[in-house]
């Protein structure tokens, strides 16, 4: 009997000590930047919220090609705290956006995607678009 409850107290106390974790929930998993003008301001963020009951950890931000660059926020995020994500992109780039940034944590979820869309649009338009 002695013997069962001490494997019961252990597996109750492993249990215990997983059960605390960081959760990482974003306010939006895409940012879009509609139609913008070449050369235009390209900073923008993913907001987020640690929902766990642990403090969470970001480890890399990265992104899918070079033309985007984020940033990491520095140190843990207590649980119930909220931080962001920087994304700049290279608006001198015309053409559609669609990238993908990845982060990656110690949340229960340790690798989440991000999407960045939208669309860069030339300094010169042609005749039937100013119509």
Do not use: H, W
């Not at 070079?66 to 931080?83: H, M, Q, R, W």
């Not at 990845?102 to 030339?122: D, F």
Request: glycine share 8%; aromatic share 6%; charged share 20%.
């Amino acid at each position: 009997m002695k013997k069962l409850a001490i494997m019961a107290l252990v597996a109750f106390i492993g249990f215990a000590a997983q059960a605390q974790q960081a959760k990482i929930s974003f306010k939006e998993d895409t940012v879009d930047y509609g139609t913008i003008a070449k050369g235009s301001d390209g900073v923008r963020v993913f907001e987020f919220t640690n929902t766990g009951d642990a403090p969470l950890i970001i480890s890399d931000v990265k992104s899918s090609c070079g033309c985007t660059v984020p940033k990491k926020p520095d140190g843990p995020i207590a649980p119930g705290a909220s931080s962001t994500i920087q994304v700049k992109y290279d608006t001198n780039r015309v053409g559609p956006i669609r990238k993908t940034v990845t982060v990656y944590s110690n949340a229960s979820e340790p690798m989440v995607a991000l999407k960045i869309k939208g669309e860069v649009m030339s300094d010169t338009s042609s005749v039937l678009e100013k119509s």
